[in-house]
């Protein structure tokens, strides 16, 4: 499920979205839409997208409606434990057979293990001489093994849990990567005074855009167009 919010910045918006839909920070992914900074005509605000995975809310959800009794099931945020690589349960030998049984059946070899645990999240790691076909351009493969993942999931009742897939730590190098554009390409407007639209990227990918732009003063950020894969424009701040 997706829902929208704003506030005046990022970390407002997020505690009402987390307020409004009674979950914890980590229970979602987000989404930065647009972000605009305070200027001495205008108001700084920042629009966000909530992405809840499989996780159902009702239309009029709010601090009376999943607030309280939601909080105090779910307790205190929780940190990933990395440990032990073998399935602990019946679910996480169902997800990682699951898993292997997708690469087999895609005509390559590979090892799937528990990368780490959290409350509402399962990181699983895939061992295979096959890792660069896997992740795919950009990542693009990953992602869509990963989204297979979830949806099985989900049909084995753990809505609640959100499958994070990685392999030759494709994921951290990616952030990097990330990273590292994003401050070139504001380099690059700053000069020109002018904008550049980024390839199109999931909404990770997009969120690391922004939130590693937010705190340079004469460039903003917006994602353009539909679907999963949007594109981040990178603009001088004046122009818009």
Same mark, same amino acid.
Do not use: C
């Given at each position: +499920?997706? $829902?929208?919010?704003e506030g005046r910045?990022?970390?407002? @918006?997020?505690?009402?979205? !987390?307020?409004?839909?009674?979950?914890?920070?980590?229970?979602?992914?987000?989404?930065?839409?647009?972000?605009?900074?305070?200027?001495?005509?205008?108001?700084?605000?920042?629009?966000?997208? /909530?992405?809840?995975?499989? +996780?159902?809310?009702? !239309?009029? @959800?709010?601090?009376?409606?999943?607030?309280? !009794?939601?909080?105090?099931? %779910?307790?205190? !945020?929780?940190? @990933?434990?990395?440990?032990?690589?073998?399935?602990?349960?019946?679910?996480?030998?169902?997800?990682?057979?699951?898993? @292997?049984?997708?690469?087999?059946? +895609?005509? $390559?070899?590979?090892?799937?293990?528990?990368?780490? %645990?959290?409350?509402?999240?399962?990181?699983?790691?895939?061992?295979?001489?096959?890792?660069?076909?896997?992740?795919?351009?950009?990542?693009?493969?990953?992602?869509?093994?990963?989204?297979?993942?979830? /949806?099985?999931?989900? &049909?084995?009742?753990?809505?609640d849990m959100r /499958? /994070?897939?990685?392999?030759?730590?494709?994921? =951290?190098? &990616?952030?990097?990567?990330?990273?590292?554009?994003?401050?070139?390409?504001?380099?690059?407007?700053?000069?020109? &005074?002018?904008? =550049?639209?980024?390839?199109? +990227?999931?909404?990770?990918? %997009?969120?690391?855009?922004?939130?590693?732009?937010?705190?340079?003063?004469?460039?903003?950020?917006?994602?353009?167009?539909?679907?999963?894969?949007?594109?981040?424009?990178?603009? $001088? %701040?004046?122009?818009?």
């Amino acid at each position: +499920m997706e $829902y929208e919010f704003e506030g005046r910045t990022e970390k407002e @918006a997020i505690d009402k979205a !987390a307020e409004e839909l009674g979950l914890e920070k980590d229970d979602f992914d987000v989404e930065i839409l647009e972000t605009q900074k305070q200027g001495l005509f205008k108001k700084g605000f920042v629009r966000i997208r /909530i992405h809840t995975g499989n +996780m159902n809310f009702p !239309a009029n @959800a709010g601090p009376s409606v999943t607030g309280g !009794a939601e909080k105090d099931r %779910r307790g205190g !945020a929780s940190k @990933a434990v990395f440990g032990e690589p073998k399935p602990q349960n019946d679910f996480e030998e169902k997800i990682t057979g699951f898993t @292997a049984g997708l690469i087999e059946r +895609m005509g $390559y070899s590979g090892k799937v293990s528990i990368l780490f %645990r959290d409350k509402h999240k399962l990181g699983l790691k895939i061992d295979s001489e096959h890792s660069s076909i896997l992740i795919g351009k950009k990542g693009k493969n990953l992602d869509a093994l990963q989204l297979l993942i979830n /949806i099985y999931a989900g &049909r084995l009742g753990r809505e609640d849990m959100r /499958i /994070i897939l990685d392999t030759e730590n494709y994921r =951290i190098r &990616r952030e990097e990567t990330l990273v590292r554009l994003a401050y070139n390409v504001a380099e690059k407007v700053r000069e020109s &005074r002018g904008s =550049i639209l980024l390839e199109p +990227m999931n909404p990770f990918d %997009r969120w690391l855009i922004h939130t590693t732009l937010n705190d340079i003063s004469d460039v903003e950020t917006k994602s353009e167009g539909d679907g999963l894969y949007k594109q981040v424009r990178v603009y $001088y %701040r004046g122009l818009k």
